[in-house]
């Protein structure tokens, strides 16, 4: 591991020299190479050298302005090219040479899939178009795109961004043939991309509020392209919620979504032509389950809203990240909010939130949305950026109420072809009048705040009215190598309920913006004059660790009678928290959520699913900073689902029977339901009902969709049924033809908690087990990580590394990212502790990519 990594610093940053204002790019493929002659429009700026990005090619010609450049015209290193004393007005010529065949890492222009399969595809975003041609590869360089493609017929699909102005076959050679392709929108270099593949499509049209006729294709392998309707109306539906939300139409005459198998994301947002990871485009009620095609909805919507938030209106430089990640992922989530119950929504991005960026956040590789410097920016899509950033754009919305729309509105007027800062977008959001600009602190400033406080009430005798005190105080841990930290705003959405009548008398958005304060709600009129009920962080209104100190009846009667479904499901698994962290006696919880699961089931399928959630080992272990231990976490957590199972075990045969399996329906109501009884069937087997180990059999047998069966095999599986090896053996029969279905094969097995590591292992040694396909991957070595006591244990710990160690060399982007997974190492009780440090640190001698060094440095100063 190189010692000094070469660090980049926001305040460092300078415009560009050089603008490109066109581009033209022939991009031809060959049997083992593929060849780039580009024509860059470049005129100058500011002052400064011409800067061009390159890598992994080579220089075979350049000239500017049709004058050859001689090699001391210019400089060549690793990873630029450098003219010195180019003219103002430079058209500058290159051609490069490389081989995306030999590229295993999937940025750039990338070989994917096999034999028959095989196509090339370019993932560009963040520096990826560097691996393409030499270019000023950032993205406050915009430009208008050309493309010609050029390849052998046994391509026939050959795409890029735009409009097709032409193709045809290559005059000198009739087994080749080329598209031309032309982008009249301005776009930074990272959202480039082109295709060269044999799929089929599925088209639709879709007329926007502008009267636009826009032709909608979704390009796949043959045999997936039934499984891309799904995806397409939920691109219809997108492109109509952006209408009718932020006034945002689309742009171009083409959108196209790619589907490839193998990519290290969930999808990008190249313009007009976005590339999906097929787990994140194909759905087909067979083949996947209803939380995954939920999620191709989501994704879907997130790739389709970027093309206003981050393509329009782009990034100033990389640090900016979260002004399109955050800003899309909260309108990702409010789509989605809209297609379901949005309490479930909500509680499944808290969870989100909770078990990774809190986690995140709380050890060595914290950093604020917006970091001010980084080594590789491949490292930085992490949930702070994207998670936490889209906490800060919904408190934004929030505090901003109507006029959030309008802020977006001058946003959009103000910076349209513009690539900008966060502080840009703080400034239009600021300009109706109501000021957001302190926001910016949240950020800045790394770190999860916590909020605590408690509530004192007097009554007043004579007037029979009471006075609500609040006393609320915020503190945000220092995190090394940062200012010391500022209150921030955190609006916290409050509600005061009657005890004796379980109503709302009061609800209010209270915003803390100091160290402490106190808030009063005066004149109330409750029953008795009670003291009453406060509920806080509705909706969970910012991201935060919130520590009132609620007594457990107060909570039991939150989960009764609180009627946001997020603060009823909240007010669980806060008194879940003081179960298994504070040892507190679980009796009122037990009695409360049996109450509120009883009623939920008739009432909300889906929400009646969630509300026995027990939160992730990984989600309670943020909590723990030293001396944790896995196992005694696991037999707690157990201890507490055990408890659950059988105070409800007299009601989980009647509530499973009241759910047969019917005719499959894509609807918020029969997906409640599904996800129901695959909770009673789980509880049922945990409570020892023995008739529960037939209905797991009937119901993998009879299952029309595979959230049914899935859900039974994976019952089955965790509950060691005795059919267990068979009904695994009869789910790869049927779907060994279908490679996502697979990846679920592989991950129910490696989340198998009775599986040892060395089971693990044995599916990492499978011949099917790809190295080249994230996917398959992240189905073991991800679902392996979700367990604790699995992962931290000496050959769980050297499995994982050893995975980190390979990917190294192959796929950086991934290596690192799974290396960041283990980041709460330190907290781990002796002798694991060490070991885990020492295996970390054998590491770091082993290891040779840019990625995992920045990773594994910071990582192991915890
Ligand atoms: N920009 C993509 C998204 O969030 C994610 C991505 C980043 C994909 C980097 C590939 C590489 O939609
Ligand atoms: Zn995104």
């Known amino acids: 591991m190189s010692s000094s990594v070469n660090k980049i610093y926001l305040k460092d940053y300078t415009p560009p020299s050089f603008a490109v204002d066109s581009v033209h790019l022939n991009i031809k493929l060959f049997e083992d190479h593929a060849t780039v002659d580009s024509v860059l429009n470049m005129s100058r700026q500011h002052q400064g050298d011409l800067v061009l990005f390159g890598q992994n090619m080579s220089l075979t010609a350049i000239s500017i302005n049709d004058q050859p450049l001689q090699p001391s015209e210019y400089q060549l290193d690793d990873t630029q090219l450098v003219i010195a004393n180019a003219p103002d007005t430079a058209v500058v010529k290159i051609s490069v040479r490389h081989q995306p065949q030999k590229n295993t890492e999937l940025e750039g222009l990338y070989i994917a899939g096999e034999g028959d399969d095989v196509m090339f595809v370019t993932q560009c975003e963040p520096e990826g178009f560097r691996k393409i041609t030499y270019y000023p590869d950032r993205p406050d360089v915009l430009s208008v795109f050309t493309t010609r493609l050029e390849a052998d017929k046994k391509f026939p699909t050959l795409l890029a961004n735009g409009d097709l102005i032409e193709s045809g076959e290559v005059a000198e050679d009739s087994s080749r043939h080329y598209a031309v392709w032309h982008d009249t929108s301005k776009k930074p270099s990272y959202l480039f991309a082109c295709v060269f593949a044999d799929l089929a499509v599925l088209e639709d049209r879709y007329t926007t509020i502008e009267d636009r006729e826009v032709k909608l294709e979704i390009y796949a392998k043959a045999h997936d392209i039934d499984k891309c309707h799904v995806a397409m109306q939920a691109l219809k539906d997108s492109m109509q919620w952006d209408e009718e939300n932020y006034g945002r139409a689309y742009d171009l005459d083409r959108y196209m979504i790619v589907a490839v198998s193998q990519f290290n994301m969930g999808a990008m947002e190249n313009k007009g032509l976005n590339i999906f990871n097929t787990s994140c485009v194909l759905s087909s009620p067979e083949t996947t389950t209803d939380a995954r095609s939920f999620s191709v909805k989501s994704i879907i919507a997130h790739e389709y809203f970027h093309n206003w938030t981050g393509n329009r209106v782009t990034c100033r430089d990389w640090f900016q990240l979260c002004l399109k990640e955050g800003l899309t992922v909260f309108r990702d989530q409010s789509f989605s909010a809209d297609h379901q119950s949005p309490a479930v929504q909500r509680i499944d991005d808290v969870s989100m939130l909770r078990a990774h960026q809190f986690s995140e956040d709380a050890g060595p590789l914290a950093h604020p949305p917006r970091p001010s410097s980084f080594v590789e920016i491949n490292n930085f899509y992490t ?347 009869d789910f790869y029969q049927r779907f060994n033809q279908e490679a996502l279905v697979m990846d679920l094969w592989f991950s129910v097995q490696a989340s198998d908690d009775n599986a040892s590591v060395a089971e693990v292992a044995a599916l990492i040694e499978r011949k099917d087990f790809d190295w080249g396909t994230p996917n398959r991957i992240r189905a073991v070595v991800g679902s392996f990580a979700a367990q604790p006591t699995k992962l931290w244990t000496p050959q769980g710990v050297q499995l994982y590394i050893s995975v980190v160690r390979k990917l190294d060399e192959t796929n950086p982007v991934l290596a690192s990212r799974l290396l960041q997974a283990l980041s709460r190492w330190y907290t781990l009780a002796e002798p694991m502790r060490e070991q885990a440090k020492q295996q970390l640190q054998q590491l770091s001698s082993q290891i040779k990519s840019k990625n995992v060094t920045e990773s594994l440095q910071t990582l192991l100063k915890a």
């Open 383 to 729: 949930s702070t950026v994207y998670e936490k950033g889209a906490e800060v754009v919904r408190m934004l919305a929030n505090t901003l109420g109507e006029k959030y729309r309008q802020g977006t509105d001058t946003y959009f007027e103000r910076y349209d072809g513009q690539a900008v800062t966060v502080e840009d977008w703080l400034s239009a959001l600021s300009a109706q009048g109501k000021s957001v600009e302190h926001f910016i602190d949240w950020y800045t400033q790394p770190g999860t705040p916590e909020v605590s406080g408690h509530q004192n009430y007097q009554y007043d005798e004579q007037t029979q009215l009471g006075k609500l005190t609040v006393s609320l105080s915020q503190k945000t841990r220092q995190v090394e190598g940062y200012d010391a930290p500022k209150a921030l705003p955190i609006p916290i959405n409050a509600a005061v309920f009657d005890k004796r009548t379980g109503a709302i008398i009061e609800e209010r958005l209270l915003m803390l913006d100091e160290d402490s304060q106190q808030f009063v709600f005066d004149n109330l009129a409750t029953v008795d004059g009670a003291e009453p009920v406060l509920s806080l962080l509705r909706d969970f209104s910012a991201p935060v660790q919130m520590r009132f100190e609620h007594s457990d009846e107060d909570l039991a009667f939150l989960l009764a009678h609180e009627t946001n479904g997020f603060n009823q499901w909240q007010s669980a698994q806060a008194l879940v928290n003081q179960i298994l962290l504070n040892q507190k006696d679980p009796a009122i919880y037990l009695e409360a959520v049996k109450k509120a699961f009883l009623s939920l089931a008739q009432t909300d399928a889906m929400l009646a699913a969630r509300i026995l959630d027990i939160p992730a080992e990984r989600e309670l272990a943020t909590a723990v900073n030293t001396n944790y231990k896995p196992e005694q976490m696991k037999q707690k957590w157990q201890g507490l689902k055990q408890q659950l199972a059988d105070i409800l075990k007299a009601q989980w045969t009647q509530i499973y029977e009241q759910l047969p399996i019917t005719q499959y329906q894509d609807t918020p109501e029969a997906r409640g339901q599904r996800a129901l009884r695959n909770v009673v069937l789980d509880m049922a087997l945990t409570a020892g009902i023995d008739e529960a180990h037939d209905w797991a059999k009937a119901q993998y047998d009879n299952a029309r969709c595979m959230t049914e069966r899935l859900g039974a095999l994976s019952a089955m599986i965790n509950h060691q049924h005795p059919d267990k090896a068979e009904m695994l053996a």
